[in-house]
């Protein structure tokens, strides 16, 4: 099972690499990971997406809670929440296909962000599902570079993970 | 306020922590540490030969006091050479402080001489590490160092301190902090009591219970209360080797330690029982054997600090999340309070059969067929000699499992040995710690020709300080486990597994200027050990040949249940 959890830990050097440390040291998946400084300059967040069955999924969040800079670990997956992904897709564009690039992005929901006589750059925001199946309906399309964000998650309603 | 410098403050935080040996090694990135330490007498400094000793003094001290102990150690091969000790440390749950020098912090990064990335090697086998970057944070960083290595689960942290920030003429007001609090880390101090309660219903409903216990009770200081509890109930006890002397080796409540070569009477018990409460302890590989096979008609109360361990390998029908002595001290009341009391008369059959089960087997070997002495005879014979009161410092191997059989543990706190890690050269070290610390008791480090030859050359550091241990080497000229694996897996192909280059140990001993004494016939082993420990003023090394073709019984079959063992060369279950 797919899972996005979300830790709240202290914005120090090292904070990071000791999670994901502890993805690798414990045989943990990680599909991606996300980190940023919050509101709060003294603390970050981290969306990790991952994927196992119950037990496994405990341990990560009893693992990631045991680590001194974790201050908070939530798994968004166990109620209701909205996950959204930023995706960056460089195309070579030329002739028909530059319309037809224009037309899916505009489907999408997708939005040209740069341009060139020879490419076109769309910026997509969603949930992965969504990014699959913009770069999936563009199959004969020539992709030259793709940039994902990797999944950021919030929970829905009235739910927050402060401390 | 005092102005102090980097380094002084280093030293005077430790005074202030209470430390009275630190153990360590000097090196470039520390020096500025090490003049401080000269210019003091209140912390004391043990020059090891090598730096895994230094980390193993200060992981058995605390193994013997529940208290952190402190290593000191340069950047780059210093560091590196701590690596194995704090491996070791973490995974028995040891409180352990480690200060490691590191190279200007203008130059990390840069391949300065002598620099390695100590956090990032040590991250994965600490519980937490620091580095300094401000110096006037060194105080309130130990203070926060000694907090988290010795609450909740108890585990190593290291502290890597840049040579600049210890420089002399960078002076700082000094303050050691008289608390401290981290909004990320809350150890639970007590159980919920709903879930206690609910525990001890079961308890008292149970026809075949056993309780089942681990390092927990000896860190968490809850031997008193585990075998207040035990008799209360008059349940039987098993433990794990980490366990050992947390419930009184000589009780009849008392049934062996169990797993891999633990007795066959708590192994049969763990199998048939139906409800196993476990404390302290996290159902490993070398506990549980094949997981899918474990306990197959138990349910399982899971008394533990850190959650982690709960459910990680085996599923607990009731987690209870705290200490051992709390969560013990409430289940003391509960019981006490309640009017109900376990089912006697299926107690008294299960006691029968456990009685039956010891009966079968109990710790039994053979002595009749060679004329080599036997190992277990010198565990047994020590174990008289000292009247169970000595503390055991172990290394890895044959000798370590016979010594955790046949040693009578009576007391927490007494056997020292690498569980997890299972760490060859731990046993000198780990005893000089000790006897350094407690110079009134018997030490002794029961070990190997093998074992004793990954730290050997400490020999020296016991001569530089007086450290006079007790160090009984079971000597079969051969890896006995690893020996005894090839004889069982490998057709008795013995590679890599035979010593045919030993040293003649008594003249190494003695070019140290220790005592050494060889034994090899078992009429003389008794004489030999009791003169040995009389003579209280000097390092003993006991070079006692015994038997190279003896196994470690029980043990058992691979993939198998608890209850799957072999007794002998040619008994299985």
Redesign the interface.
Known sequence: MRHIISVLMENEPGALSRVVGLFSQRNFNIESLTVAPTDDSTLSRMTVMTTGDERVIEQITKQLNKLIDVVKVVDLSEGDHIERELMMIKFKANGQMRAEIKRTADIFRGQIIDITPNTYTVQLVGSSDKLDAFIASLGNASIMEVVRSGVSGIARGEKVLTI | MELLSGAEMVVRALRDEGVKYIYGYPGGALLHVYDALFQQDEVEHILVRHEQAATHMADAYARATNKPGVALVTSGPGATNAITGIATAYMDSIPMIVITGQVMSFLIGEDAFQETDM??IS??IV???F?V?RAEDIPSIIKKAFY?AQTGRPGPVVIDIPKDMTTPTERFPYEYPKSVK????NPVTKGHSGQIRKAVDMLLAAKRPMIYTGGGIIMGDASAELTEFAHLLKYPVTNTIMGLGGFPGTDPQYVGWLGMHGSYESNMAMHHSDLILAIGARFDDRVTNAVDKFCPTARIIHVDI???SI??TV?ADVPIVGPAKAVLEEMIQLVKESKKRPDQDALDAWWKQIDEWRGRHGGRYRTDDSEMMKPQQVIEMLSKVTNGNAYVCSDVGQHQMFAAQYYKFNKPNRWINSGGLGTMGFGLPAAMGIKLNFPESDVVCVTGEGSIQMNIQELSTCKQYDIPVVIVCLNNQSLGMVRQWQDMNYESRHSQSYMNSLPDFIKLVESYGHVGMKVTKYSELEGAMREAFAMKDRLVFMDIYVDPFEHVYPMQVPRGSMRDMWLSKTERT
Do not use: E, F, V, W
């Open positions: 956090l990032g991250r994965p519980k937490h590490n580095s970057t988290i981290l909004r990320s880390y850190d959650p982690a459910s990680k599923q």
